[in-house]
T-cell receptor
Framework: DMKVTQMPRYLIKRMGENVLLECGQD?????MYWYRQDPGLGLQLIYI???????SEGDIPKGYRVSRKKREHFSLILDSAKTNQTSVYFC???????????FGPGTRLTVL | GEQVEQRPPHLSVREGDSAVITCTYT??????FFWYKQEPGASLQLLMK?????EINEGQGFTVLLNKKDKRLSLNLTAAHPGDSAAYFC???????????FGKGTHLHVLP
């Protein structure tokens, strides 16, 4: 059963603190994604990772960075979080042979 | 770049009625089309994927239509039931499907 996991599921941070969101997948998918979802805006792409150490900015990368040192693991880092980064963050993965993305359960981040 | 417009943003129907959600896109080279369902507080789950070479796909209780001439994708839920209450997102990509553009979503509420 294909699975994408995210940790933590809920996180509250103060403005200026660093944030680490983690994503894992057990399908050996090459490509992984980070999105944020805000009411009325749908899903906005933050970063794409095509494979280990092969990352590309998405549509809204400002204020975020990523790390992918193992194929099964993709991290999203917020250095000095801002209140406008309060959102639900979704990780997703796909392989080259399929075209749909598999989504994780999401992380609800609140920055106070 | 590709733009996807999804309508309506909110939709209420009575149990047993049909519900139609439509997306229009701008890039004539778009090739893969997806519909995702997101139940409240949950992640996105693939409902159906459609390739540019097909025009009608039927699932359990719904039909997806692709009109390439008008660049329009629609999801038609026949005989909606309360379990269909969720947010629905269309998504569009080109032939490599690495970057997917999502619509802003439709919140469907099926009244008993």
């Amino acid at each position: 059963d294909m699975k994408v996991t995210q940790m933590p599921r809920y996180l509250i941070k103060r403005m200026g603190e660093n944030v680490l969101l983690e994503c894992g997948q057990d399908m050996s998918h090459e490509t992984m994604y980070w999105y944020r979802q805000d009411p009325g805006l749908g899903l906005q792409l933050i970063y794409i990772s095509y494979d280990v150490d092969s990352n590309s900015e998405g549509d809204i990368p400002k204020g975020y960075r990523v790390s992918r040192k193992k194929r099964e693991h993709f991290s999203l880092i917020l250095d000095s979080a801002k209140t406008n980064q309060t959102s639900v963050y979704f990780c997703a993965s796909r392989s080259g042979q399929i075209y749909e993305q598999y989504f994780g359960p999401g992380t609800r981040l609140t920055v106070l | 770049g590709e733009q996807v417009e999804q309508r309506p943003p909110h939709l209420s129907v009575r149990e047993g009625d049909s519900a139609v959600i439509t997306c229009t896109y701008t890039d004539p080279n778009s090739y893969y089309f997806f519909w995702y369902k997101q139940e409240p507080g949950a992640s996105l789950q693939l409902l159906m994927k459609v390739f540019s070479s097909t025009e009608i796909n039927e699932g359990q209780g719904f039909t997806v239509l692709l009109n390439k001439k008008d660049k329009r994708l629609s999801l038609n839920l026949t005989a909606a039931h309360p379990g269909d209450s969720a947010a629905y997102f269309c998504a569009v990509s080109d032939t490599n499907a690495y970057k997917v553009i999502f619509g802003k979503g439709t919140h469907l509420h099926v009244l008993p």
